[in-house]
């Protein structure tokens, strides 16, 4: 990777009196995106009850989600320049609201499939245009730490309040009430971007056609080969042919793009060192997060036996770390260099991940889980708020599509880390249980475990791939 970007200027820039309710926008849109990442994990047995499907289709409620949205994330970075920013997130937003609705009147399992599909369709259209309308309104130090410490609280916190919300909405509602949320969210959003969302005029260059076509089926069938991975097996002949596919696309897509005179994706965007640094930062961050949301939610629910709502609940810990990361490395945006800060942050979580490889079926709540909450949430808000800060400064008219690169970062990680440690996770629990036939629980919390310490060892590796990836000098805002 070479840098090719050069550092902003400090010429002046003109300051938006409304940025501020621009923010409260844009944050507000993306948690939208991100309640519903995990919002509808809690939901899924009344759903299932409800509307009959199998123990097998269950994930796919969950995975539609993520096709939708990891796999058009970059076709939407251009469609929201295109567009406009500020119509794209409108756009985006009503539409995300519309899918919600139909998501909530399903009266079979393909049509709340083809509403979460939409849902994710929707969001990718929305969060290029949310990341490139925060990173222009907030050019300038210390503004645009506080803002995107906003934001990365938001974004970190919205996986742990869908939880809670998830497991309110079910327990004294009803599971469609998790989709119906979105409407009153959306409409939330939508009147503060109205208001406060400076038009951009849209950049007048053609769509990628091919571009936008390789990107897309490259970036499904790897999402997909990740989640038959998951169900059926690395060495499964839809895994293998899934995956082999999404690599031939995705090589074949950067063929393109270093042809067409107008790519979706150029490739100066990644070959730029502090992107391509922030993108594999980001990238093993959602490996981490993963492994310690997923391993707790099972723990506090299956093995200590907590309701929904209690389990929601117990996540909090997890926000109050990520707001103490958030609120540490906010003010740092544009004083220290992201080479420091990346690499460190994937430290925090590592440590988490350490310690919560060392839990075991009697481990207290207090003394155990806690603290591997706050040591995860903070590593998240100082990784999450440096990486989109970094990888969206000086973009200039590629900030939707940098942006975007972010996300699709983190969807890949965050794929790649269920299938992954999913796999590690039963491999070890299987080899304990055949040696202790009568263990019973005891040997699926080791098999998380093995998996969580062999995540922390590549967030170990990673950090330090980061470090050596990142310029050594700083590069500060305007």
């Known amino acids: 990777m070479t840098t090719t970007d050069s550092s902003p200027t400090t010429t002046a820039v003109p300051v938006d009196p409304r940025r501020w309710w621009a923010l409260a926008a844009v944050a507000?849109?993306?948690?939208?995106?991100g309640l519903d990442l995990t919002i509808m994990n809690i939901a899924l047995p009344s759903a299932q009850r409800d509307l009959g499907f199998a123990d097998a289709d269950r994930q796919w409620v969950i995975t539609a989600f993520a096709l939708g949205y990891g796999g058009l994330l970059l076709v939407g970075g251009r469609l929201s320049e295109a567009m406009g920013r500020r119509r794209a997130l409108l756009v985006g937003a009503a539409g995300f609201a519309v899918a919600s609705v139909a998501g909530g009147l399903a009266t079979d399992t393909w049509m709340l499939l083809a509403a979460r599909a939409a849902q994710g369709a929707f969001g990718a259209l929305m969060t290029p245009s949310v990341?490139?309308?925060?990173?222009?309104?907030?050019?300038?130090?210390p503004e645009r730490g506080k803002a995107f410490g906003v934001y990365g609280t938001v974004m970190g916190s919205s996986s742990g309040i869908g939880l809670v919300l998830g497991g309110l909405l079910t327990q004294y509602l009803d599971w469609r009430w998790c989709?119906?949320?979105?409407?009153?969210?959306?409409?939330?959003?939508?009147?503060?971007?109205?208001?406060?969302?400076?038009?951009?005029?849209?950049?007048?260059?053609?769509?990628?056609?091919?571009?936008?076509v390789l990107a897309s089926l490259g970036l499904l069938a790897l999402v997909y080969g990740f989640a038959r991975a998951e169900t059926d097996g690395w060495r499964a002949g839809v895994t293998v042919g899934s995956l082999a596919l999404g690599a031939v696309v995705l090589v074949a897509f950067v063929v393109v793009e270093a042809r067409v005179p107008s790519p979706l994706l150029p490739l100066r965007v990644v070959r730029d060192r502090r992107r391509g640094g922030s993108y594999l930062a980001v990238l093993s961050l959602?490996?981490?997060?993963?492994?310690?949301?997923?391993?707790?939610?099972?723990?506090?629910?299956?093995?200590?036996?907590?309701?929904?709502?209690?389990?929601?609940?117990?996540?909090?810990?997890?926000?109050?770390?990520?707001?103490?990361?958030?609120?540490?490395?906010?003010?740092?945006i544009g004083r220290s260099t992201a080479v420091l800060l990346l690499p460190s942050g994937l430290l925090v979580i590592a440590a988490g991940l350490g310690l919560l490889g060392a839990l075991h079926p009697d481990s207290g709540y207090w003394t155990h889980v806690m603290p591997v909450f706050l040591l995860v949430g903070a590593g998240a808000?100082?990784?999450?708020?440096?990486?989109?800060?970094?990888?969206?400064?000086?973009?200039?008219?590629?900030?939707?599509?940098?942006?975007?690169?972010?996300?699709t970062s983190q969807q890949v990680g965050a794929s790649l880390g269920t299938a992954l440690l999913s796999t590690v996770a039963a491999d070890a629990a299987s080899s304990y249980l055949a040696r202790h036939p009568a263990s019973g629980l005891a040997g699926v919390v080791h098999g998380f475990g093995v998996a969580s310490w062999s995540a922390a060892g590549m967030l170990v590796a990673m950090a330090a791939v980061v470090f050596l990836v990142l310029p050594r000098r700083a590069v500060r805002a305007a």
């Not at 507000?28 to 995106?33: G, K």
């Not at 990341?131 to 300038?140: D, G, I, K, N, W």
């Not at 969206?392 to 942006?403: H, I, K, M, R, W």
Request: glycine share 10%; net charge positive; charged share 10%.
């Open 179 to 212: 989709m119906f949320v979105n409407v009153v969210v959306a409409a939330i959003a939508i009147g503060l971007a109205a208001y406060a969302v400076r038009p951009v005029p849209p950049a007048r260059r053609p769509l990628d056609v091919p571009g936008a």
């Open 381 to 407: 808000g100082w990784v999450l708020v440096t990486a989109n800060s970094t990888a969206t400064l000086g973009a200039g008219p590629d900030t939707a599509v940098a942006g975007a690169m972010v996300m």
């Open 286 to 332: 959602a490996v981490g997060i993963f492994a310690a949301l997923f391993f707790l939610t099972f723990f506090l629910q299956d093995v200590r036996g907590w309701s929904p709502v209690r389990t929601g609940l117990g996540f909090l810990p997890f926000t109050v770390g990520l707001m103490a990361g958030v609120r540490f490395v906010s003010p740092r």
């Open 131 to 141: 990341l490139a309308t925060l990173s222009t309104s907030f050019p300038v130090a």
């Open 28 to 33: 507000t849109a993306q948690l939208m995106v």
